[in-house]
């Protein structure tokens, strides 16, 4: 004997509720990943070298040690758009990831640690990177400028996240 449809129901309509969180945390991914490329062209723009950003850390992401003359480099499109599709992948994951996250711990429903949590979670990974590949510092990266970028992203994604947060589970 089977049971009736209806009782399929709700657990049908929680795993579509949760993919499409999921979904929403890979966009709230690439929306980050768009601010945060976006906020180091500016600076790269208004300091007179284009694209410096993503070339020096795609050219030190592929040599895997540190840069000697980072001065020297000139924008590339090709790195930028190589160390792009990286960028943009570690993103949607991270979104995933976090709203994964979201979906198993009602604790942190709330616009202020999620954003926090990203917040973390950004700041721990870029700099975990950078230091191993030497790209911080006065020739590299700033660190001032890779908390606003982080800071900027992090607040997009958690406000962007918290609009699509489900129903917290009643106990």
Known sequence: M????????PN??????????????ALAGIFG????ASWFLYLDVVRGKPLFTPTLLATALLRGEGMHAPQTLVGSV????LFT?????????????????????????TRALIILLIFGVLCLGFFAVAAN?????PQGVAVRDAFIGNAI???????????FLPPSPTP
């Open 2 to 9: 089977t049971a009736p449809a209806e009782s399929y129901a």
């Open 12 to 25: 049908q309509r929680r795993a579509a509720d949760t993919a499409e969180f999921r979904r929403q945390g």
């Open 33 to 36: 990943a768009c601010l945060l």
């Open 78 to 81: 090709w790195l930028t758009l």
């Open 85 to 109: 599709v990286v960028h943009g992948l570690v993103f949607v994951g991270l979104g995933i990831g976090v709203a994964y996250f979201l979906e198993r711990f009602a604790l942190f429903r």
């Open 133 to 137: 590949i030497s790209a911080i510092g």
């Open 153 to 163: 992203a992090a607040l997009a994604m958690g406000a962007y996240l918290a609009r």
